[in-house]
């Protein structure tokens, strides 16, 4: 059985929540605020973490963020704010998905189940292969093998430079999910970052020219409007 992670501050909104979830065969665990799910989401085994935008101690935002840096699992957020802004950071520091209060019970239960069946199939059913096991992350026509930062794309292998190589890597580690230029540019910049943000879009330009097949058109590298950029293979 599958289990749940629910954070919610609201005990009525969680009950209904756990209700239809426990109904539709997934097991529920439930944390009151924003320390206590962070804690219980990088400790847990979870099929996916439903997390509310309000919360006490840490927002939702805050939670997102530090559990998207150390754990890869669908996170999808709940909340009350219909501002675009507001989805999109959500998106942006990694969220894979977002429902506006209030919500149809129905609806949320769908959304979990697609977003966890679409993350068991980029794990597994696209070819992926797990990267500790074999050295090597596959997906579609791509090709990585981190420990020489070497890269095939439709068996051909391209050269890519330092971080050019890390940015893609980046991508390819966290298919599907959109970034903004803000996101990537501190995950690959860092502390070492003397420009700013436009750096990020002048990489993935390069990117394309290397590794797409139309680079004014792109494929691998999409841009989504508004938000930022994700990988797709």
């Not at 391209?158 to 540019?185: A, C, G, M, P, Q």
């Not at 070492?192 to 879009?201: I, K, S």
């Amino acid at each position: 059985m599958k289990s749940i992670l629910i954070v919610e501050d609201d005990p009525d909104i969680a009950a209904i929540e756990r209700d239809y979830l426990a109904n539709s065969g997934f097991a529920t665990e439930w944390a009151v605020d924003g320390p206590r799910g962070l804690d219980m989401a990088l400790k847990g085994d979870y099929a996916l973490v439903l997390l509310d935008v309000m919360l006490p101690g840490i927002d939702g935002f805050a939670v997102c963020r530090l559990l998207r840096e150390q754990r890869d699992v669908p996170i999808l957020l709940v909340t009350a704010r219909h501002e675009d802004a507001d989805k999109i950071k959500g998106l942006g520091l990694g969220a894979d998905d977002y429902v506006v209060k209030p919500f149809s019970p129905r609806e949320l239960v769908a959304r979990v189940m697609a977003n966890i069946a679409q993350y068991e199939r980029l794990k597994g059913q696209n070819g992926r292969q797990d990267q500790t096991e074999t050295g090597w992350i596959v997906t579609g026509e791509v090709k990585i093998q981190p420990a020489t930062r070497r890269v095939w794309i439709r068996d051909q292998e391209i050269e890519l430079k330092n971080r050019e190589f890390e940015l893609f890597h980046y991508l390819v580690s966290h298919e599907s999910l959109i970034f903004s230029k803000e996101t990537l540019y501190d995950r690959i910049w860092g502390n070492e970052a003397l420009g700013d943000v436009t750096t990020v879009a002048v990489h993935i330009n390069r990117l394309r020219e290397k590794i797409e097949l139309d680079p004014q058109n792109p494929q691998l590298i999409q841009t989504v409007r508004g938000v930022g950029y994700r990988f797709k293979s």
